[in-house]
């Protein structure tokens, strides 16, 4: 990719952010309606993602990387057990325009790309670190691996999603899942 | 609807078994492959379902009976957790083939009718049922509601299905679960 001057640059952000905001009220909604949020033409946004799909796409890896970042950041907490459990509150109260994103790029004829696969890899790395601190410091039961406990975070995440739950229903829906993470006191 | 011939009635259970087999597989598959698997012609199909939408309804309307079925079945059951935690087990591994059919239906334009919602309403409300019989066996935790516990199974569901879970993965997440529902020893 060629460099973006400044101009080019603060166009391509405030795109990808009315983006998320667009597509994450409604996976169906227009690039158009995007254009309009961000102020800029829709020229201008064909300009930076020549189609829908490339656009979807690049929501999502925003996303991903930011979750990526917050399970690198979390690392560094005192508490490994409140910090496993944060990010785990923090990924299913954002699943609902996360996977409408996602499926929107289903919906495009498109599933993710490197950037997105790549972002998706670095995320499960960073909650696998996560887990193995809090199975470490013995708040998550030692005997649970991460592709049972990765299974439960996504299971979380369309159940509330699908279920387009409310958040109190959501606490205690994730309340019941970490009593079954949680090592017996 | 006018009552069916016996033959006729014999032509429907064939393209209803022969759909639920062919969009299990894959929701995008054609109203053409479920024919030929049913061993009818095209036209005998769109006489019983003239859009795939009301074929896709029927199917998984059929699903839905068939498991609310299941569950009127396990109340009766002497040990009220295992029969409710049979029911969630199963209910999970059926799931990648059932929310195929409900994914299809979305594609295909149309939410679930009457028919499918009734049919969704009756498993619910029999799954209700197991959970209260196993709460008052004092096998699952008296303080889990009906709207987080169902959240749980759709969610283990969405998990299971969007991950293609390995079986061995499926059930020790399926553990992790149970261990966060039943009642501390």
Redesign the interface.
């Known amino acids: 990719m060629r460099p973006l001057r400044a101009d080019a640059r603060d166009n391509r952000a405030r795109i990808l952010t009315a983006a998320e905001e667009v597509f994450g009220q409604s996976p169906n909604a227009s690039t158009d309606e995007v254009a309009k949020l961000a102020d800029v033409g829709i020229a201008t946004v064909f300009r930076h993602f020549p189609t829908k799909a490339e656009l979807l796409e690049a929501v999502l890896t925003v996303r991903l990387e930011r979750l990526r970042d917050r399970a690198i950041e979390l690392a560094g907490h005192d508490d490994p057990g409140a910090a496993f459990f944060a990010f785990f509150d923090q990924v299913v109260a954002e699943a609902a325009s996360k996977l409408a994103i996602a499926d929107a790029l289903g919906?495009a004829g498109s599933s993710a790309g490197a950037d997105a696969r790549e972002a998706g890899a670095g995320m499960r790395e960073a909650f696998g670190n996560l887990l193995a601190r809090a199975q470490r410091g013995g708040q998550v039961?030692a005997d649970?691996?991460f592709?049972?406990?990765?299974?439960?975070l996504?299971?979380?995440?369309?159940?509330?999603t699908?279920?387009r739950?409310e958040p109190e229903?959501?606490d205690?829906?994730l309340?019941?899942?970490?009593?079954?993470?949680r090592t017996?006191a």
Do not use: F
């Not at 592709?147 to 439960?152: D, F, G, I, K, S």
């Open positions: 919906a039961r649970a691996a592709p049972e406990v990765y299974a439960l996504i299971g979380a995440s369309r159940g509330a699908a279920a739950l229903v959501r205690r829906m309340a019941l899942l970490y009593g079954g993470l017996r």
